[in-house]
Every structure is written in C-alpha cells, then in structure tokens.
C-alpha cells in the first residue's frame, strides 16, 4: 500500500470551487493556470489548499464557495485591478502578502501578469466550529500583512507538496490556529468561544481513543466529537490538562509505541510505521531519534 509521502499531489485541474455570484454556477476561472501541487487527494476535511502559477486573470462577478486566502509567493509585489464602490482601482499585494474573500462574497479583478499564488479554501461552519463560536463573519482584505496566517498558509502548503507526509491532525492543527487568528484579529463580529472544561473522565475518553486509533489517520474533530467540545476549545483544554497540544500528544505516544514493539522484535520498521499512522520509515525514523537520540534500526540492532 502506498505511503502518504508517496501521493501524487499535482493536479491538472484547480480545485478551488469559484462559482458565478447569485447563481453558485461553478465556473473553471484558473482553466491557464499550472497546479503545482493540490489537496485534491488527501484527506482534509473541510479544507483545500493549492500551490500554482496563473499567467493572467480577468473575472467579473465570481465568488468562491468557502472561505478563501490567498498569498503571493512571487518575489516582487502583484498590482492589478480590482473594482470597488467606485470602479475598477489600482491595488497592490507585495510579497508575502495575503488576499482574503469570504465565501460567497462576489468579486471583480484584472490580473494582467503572472501569478504564483497558494491558496485555502475553509468550509465556513467547520471553521466556525474550530473557532468556537456558531459564525465567523470575515471582512474582504487584499494585501493583507498578518505573520501568523502567512505561518500557517505556508506550512500547509509544505505539507501538500510533500503528499500529505504528516497526516490529517496536522492538518487539522494548523486549521485551528487559523480559525482562531481569523476570529480574534479579522472577523467583522467576533463572538466569545464556548466555556466548558474537560472533566477527568473526558480527559480519560480521549486518552482511551487516542491509545485504540494511534495507527489512524485522525484529525481534532474526531477528538473534539469524543469530548463535546469544539476543536478548538478541546485543544486548548487538552493543553492545560497535559501540558502539551494534541498532535504533540499522539506524535510521542505513537513514538512511545514504536520504542516498545521494537524492543519486542518481529516486526521490520517500515510496517512498523504504517501501522503506527507515520507517513513512512523515513518521518519515523526522523522524529524518533529527534526524541530518543537513537534511529529505531540502531535500537532494534542493540536489543
């Protein structure tokens, strides 16, 4: 069975869903574009993420059916046109910078030059869910400086063009931090997360399934469905119980793991790792001796 790491993650096609505003008709607007690498085969829920190149980009009247960020990984700054209350006006997006459009929002540009974008598109109710609060009400930005959503924009598109190496609660990680950077510093309402607290016997539900799904490929929700709390509400009282965040949590127990079954003998590491939810033999063996000083054919040589 292929690992993680060996997916193909180019695409021929975008997969961003812009659709015609007022009548949500899909519409193909980046048919030129090459799609360098895609979130089209991974299994993210409620998130797409690309990494391309647009040669030029005229639309009128689209919108994009979720949440969308954009940023301008060129080295030099995007100027095109993009119409306002009062027409077409000149704008800019200097490198690093980021264009967010909420979803649905209709928008008109004039991209005369080429582009080479990254972009997310968030499933509004999931991000909403991750931020805790029942809407996330965002306001269109363009050339927008924020070091922290940069952050994660470009690790999840690292994280595509490697094919989805580290997994879905990865993913799930950083999504969250986005929701609450989304929330706190650029919603137009923001509202007040959910209170609650994880009592010991949720703490002990989600140890319990942590321990029968390390082999698994799970991500916050699935977690925050065993507490009944938010993703992003559970993560943070799963810190303040453990000292630690979720991913950190099941990367060491997965590792943890791995120490005692090799200790055991009888299993070759490379099926070690895909039972263990490790992308191969290689990302186990890169944090196992990151946590333990020693690679896990050294360890099973010297038992």
């Known amino acids: 069975m292929a690992s993680r790491a060996s997916r193909v993650s180019r695409a021929s096609h975008s997969a961003i869903p812009f659709v015609r505003a007022g009548t ?24 797409v993420a690309e990494l391309g190149v647009n040669p030029s980009w005229e639309t009128d009247h689209l ?3 979720g949440h969308y960020i954009a940023i301008n990984l060129a080295d030099a700054p ?30 008109s540009h004039r991209v005369s030059e080429a582009t080479i974008y990254g972009a997310l598109v968030l ?5 909403a869910r991750l931020a805790g609060v029942r809407e996330l009400l965002l306001e269109p930005r363009v050339g927008l400086v924020d070091a922290q959503i ?9 994280e595509v063009s490697r ?16 929701a609450a950077r989304l929330g706190a510093r650029h919603a137009a309402r ?15 539900r989600l140890l319990d399934y942590i321990e029968a799904h390390l082999g698994d490929d799970f991500g ?23 000292g630690e965040p979720p991913l950190a949590y099941v990367t060491r127990r997965r590792l943890d793991r791995a120490r005692e079954a090799l200790l055991a003998g009888g299993r070759p590491i490379g099926e070690l790792a895909g039972a263990l939810g490790f992308a191969d033999q290689s990302h186990l063996t890169r944090l196992f001796k990151r946590r333990f000083g020693i690679t896990p054919g050294a360890l099973a040589r010297g038992r």
Not at 78 to 106: I, T
Not at 123 to 127: G, M, Q, T, V
Not at 190 to 204: D, K, N, W, Y
Not at 220 to 225: K, Q, R, V, W
């Open 24 to 47: 949500r008709e899909p519409i193909e607007a980046l048919r030129q574009a090459e799609i360098r690498a895609s979130s089209r085969s991974l299994r993210w829920t409620g998130m």
């Open 63 to 65: 919108a994009v059916a």
């Open 78 to 107: 995007l100027r095109f046109e993009r119409k306002g209350q009062r027409g077409f006006e000149r704008v800019e997006m200097p490198p690093g910078s980021l264009w967010l459009q909420p979803a649905e929002v209709p928008f």
């Open 123 to 127: 499933d509004p109710a999931r991000l």
């Open 150 to 158: 940069e952050h994660v924009l470009r690790a999840l598109l690292v």
């Open 163 to 178: 094919g989805g190496a580290t997994g879905a609660l990865f993913a799930d990680a950083m999504l969250s931090g986005l």
């Open 190 to 204: 923001p509202e007040r997360p959910a209170r609650g607290g994880l009592s010991p016997a949720t703490l002990r």
């Open 220 to 242: 916050l929700e699935a977690l925050s469905g065993v507490a009944g709390l938010s993703p992003a509400h559970m993560a943070r009282e799963f810190k303040r119980a453990l």
